[in-house]
């Protein structure tokens, strides 16, 4: 067996070709050359591995400096033996030292999966948690392709909604996730003018995370924060919590259903997108109906092409959305033909420093 064989192959009396000739030069070199080319893209087993570590918190464990496998696993509740075998594969792709035989240790990447890390990163990739079954969601991702349809009906046996809906752990773990992107509520908020508006309705504004930014800002605004009953609830404690609830009204209901009539700005941030197209034209022509003649819709959703735009990244939240819930990403162009079927105008475009657009509309 070659190092190469032990790197890489699973099963070490394997003959690499499968040949019969004990893998000869030739076809041995283009296997390993494809292997070296597809690996870093096909590899499964060490991206589960990372996974495994942060849902038991094993780099919280090792906080304190290095710890003794046999003691890991009775703080982490788990089998000695695929404890080691998990962590010495980590070891080998630079997660996570083993200082002295059978005592793991964190390194600089495996600090990065503490809890209380600034980026959230533990809670992420918690297999327990949504970020977790979000990605769990993509084992399904033949049959999103062989039949366009979602994943994650299949994966966990109801649709995306209904599922978070019947999980309530899920649930609260979906608006937590959705709310950690405080800065880009922020950075979203700063490419609008707010002053000439009066009352501002959040449509599926979860938690109420962009609302505060809005609140913050522009202190005579009063907001309505609009989203499914339990999110709305958790809406409220979350500006309760700084002081904003005072101004702002809380509607627990269904955005496909009439809205909150009265506003001047009818926000949809990262909404459109969980849609298809059918149902993206039904919740707009919702804030249409409610924001009248002279209101406005202002969606908020990744820009999809031009300057400052991420090609790499629209393509694969194009991808997520239609796993996780039928949604797409969509260019200027696509929003502004959604906005015309609601019958709406895209009249304005505005981008911000993190590569957000805001569509401006109007009846
Ligand atoms: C991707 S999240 C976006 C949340 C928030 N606007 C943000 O920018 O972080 C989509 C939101 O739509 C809400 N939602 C989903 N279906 C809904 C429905 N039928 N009626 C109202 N809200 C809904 C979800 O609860 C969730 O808060």
Redesign the pocket.
Known sequence: MTTADHDHHPDPSHDRDGDGDGGQPDRSSAWQAAWDVLAPVTDLVTPMAVRVAASLSLADLMADGPVPVEELARRSGTHADALTRLLRHLVHRGVFTEPAPDSFALNEPAALLTSDHPAGMRQRLDLGGFGGQMDLAFTGLLHTVRTGQPAWETVFGAPF?HHLAANPEMSVSF?AM??A?ADY?ADAVSAYDWSGVRHVV?V???TG??LAEVLSVAPDIRATL???PD?VERGRQHLAGRGLDKRCAFAG????DPLPAGGDAYVL???VH?WDDEAAVRILRRCAEAAGQDGRIIMIESQGGGPGADPAMFAEMNLRMLVLSGGRERTVDQYGALATRAGLTLTDVRTTPYGQALLICQA
């Open positions: 909604w608006d959705m709310a992107g509520a959040d599926g504004g979860g995370a962009l609009v989203d499914l999110t209901q269904s955005f496909f941030s990262g909404v969980d």
